[in-house]
T-cell receptor, first 111, second 114 residues
Framework: KNQVEQSPQSLIILEGKNCTLQCNYTVSPFSNLRWYKQDTGRGPVSLTIMTFSENTKSNGRYTATLDADTKQSSLHITASQLSDSASYICVVPQRANNLFFGTGTRLTVIP | DGGITQSPKYLFRKEGQNVTLSCEQNLNHDAMYWYRQDPGQGLRLIYYSQIVNDFQKGDIAEGYSVSREKKESFPLTVTSAQKNPTAFYLC?????????????FGQGTRLTVV
């Protein structure tokens, strides 16, 4: 069954600390994976896209990794800020018009 | 500018009434999706459409209906049969071809039953 699972479901960390969010997928065939950030009450916006040949990609304090062999991706946030509080969603397309969405990880950064 | 638009942003409905949420995209995407999000919870798939005049039920389709008469539009009707309709509803459209795969989200509609 094609699906995308994210963990943890929710996470609370202190400001300035690092954290890692996980995304495991069983979608096949695989071409790429994208991480989105969703602020409360807003639509998600894209953070980064990982293709089959990429292992690591950084976008500021966000670093995504991909292990295509184990079908796992992680999103690492460094030196967290209060504005990082949001839901983070992993999306994996199966083919052109079939996208699989994870249920997201709710991150709360506290001062 | 190209994008996906949901309207209205906030919607109030009396119990027993049907209500329709709008989702329009000018990205020329074939695929469109409707998700429901409850407070502190993840996205749950209601319906999706991969092509005009065709749509499929998602995980929580009961109490909802959709239509896809035009490529640009994928309206969601929340019927009176939906027992707990108060939620945040997100529409998405997608296309995928190699590195260019992308999912665009609308800004959401918050539905409240009063």
């Amino acid at each position: 069954k094609n699906q995308v699972e994210q963990s943890p479901q929710s996470l609370i960390i202190l400001e300035g600390k690092n954290c890692t969010l996980q995304c495991n997928y069983t979608v096949s065939p695989f071409s790429n994976l994208r991480w989105y950030k969703q602020d409360t009450g807003r639509g998600p916006v894209s953070l980064t896209i990982m293709t089959f040949s990429e292992n690591t990609k950084s976008n500021g304090r966000y670093t995504a990794t991909l292990d295509a062999d184990t079908k796992q991706s992680s999103l690492h946030i460094t030196a967290s800020q209060l504005s990082d509080s949001a839901s983070y969603i992993c999306v994996v397309p199966q083919r052109a018009n079939n996208l699989f969405f994870g249920t997201g990880t709710r991150l709360t950064v506290i001062p | 500018d190209g994008g996906i638009t949901q309207s209205p942003k906030y919607l109030f409905r009396k119990e027993g009434q049907n209500v329709t949420l709008s989702c329009e995209q000018n990205l020329n995407h074939d695929a469109m999706y409707w998700y429901r999000q409850d407070p502190g919870q993840g996205l749950r798939l209601i319906y999706y459409s991969q092509i005009v005049n065709d749509f499929q039920k998602g995980d929580i389709a009961e109490g909802y209906s959709v239509s896809r008469e035009k490529k640009e539009s994928f309206p969601l009707t929340v019927t009176s049969a939906q027992k707990n309709p108060t939620a945040f509803y997100l529409c998405a459209s997608g296309t995928g071809s190699g590195k260019g795969t992308e999912a665009f989200f609308g800004q959401g509609t918050r539905l409240t039953v009063v």
